[in-house]
């Protein structure tokens, strides 16, 4: 595996995108962000340590590639929030946005229960693969369309430990 963002370039791009998220907001307003499981959860883990304290947080669960480098396109609810979002200024967090199905799935179903405002951080974007125009507010790093796996992504559940992101070799 080649490694195609290393660690380091990770968590200073995580600390800026901190900031940026925090200034577009007014500074006594609560931020809600909703992880993304499984893939989602180390990229939460770094940008709520980016963040300050009036950040709270959930996450939501859902499948769409079954065990493959290719996404079936369907979109299944596997565990859904435990807070209410109503009223609140909600960011979706993701590890990537590949076809753009996934979230757009999870933004239809998320600004159904009325969020003050509701935006998306991705930490990675393959534009070249997008299936809908789907809208992204942040995104950490653009890449080319390859399978990447570390850094909470996976292939069949295995590199999600990595702290880089590499690149699989077929
Ligand atoms: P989308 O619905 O096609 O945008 O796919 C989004 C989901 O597919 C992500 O949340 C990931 O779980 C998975 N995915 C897409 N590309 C990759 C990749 O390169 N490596 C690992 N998982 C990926
Ligand atoms: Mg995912």
């Not at 500074?27 to 709520?48: N, R, Y």
């Not at 304290?53 to 859902?62: N, P, S």
């Not at 109503?86 to 600004?111: A, K, M």
């Not at 909470?152 to 992101?165: C, F, Q, S, T, V």
């Amino acid at each position: 595996m080649t490694v195609l963002l290393s660690a380091e370039e990770i968590q200073a791009r995580i600390l800026s995108l901190g900031k940026e998220i925090e200034a577009d907001y007014p500074a006594a307003e609560e931020i809600h962000l909703v992880g993304v499981l499984k893939g989602g959860f180390v990229f939460m883990a770094d940008l709520i340590r980016a963040m300050s304290t009036r950040v709270t947080l959930d996450f939501i669960a859902v499948s769409s590639y079954q065990q493959s480098t290719r996404s079936s396109g369907e979109v299944r609810l596997l565990k859904d929030v435990e807070t209410r979002l109503e009223g609140r200024h909600v960011i979706i967090v993701e590890d990537i946005v590949d076809t753009g199905l996934t979230l757009t799935y999870l933004q239809d179903i998320l600004r159904a229960r009325s969020p003050r405002s509701l935006r998306t951080a991705c930490l990675l974007s393959k534009p070249s693969r997008r299936v809908v125009d789907v809208k992204v507010e942040y995104v950490g790093f653009t890449i080319e369309d390859r399978f990447v796996v570390g850094y909470g992504l996976d292939y069949a559940e295995k590199y999600r430990n990595l702290p880089h992101i590499a690149v699989v070799e077929a």
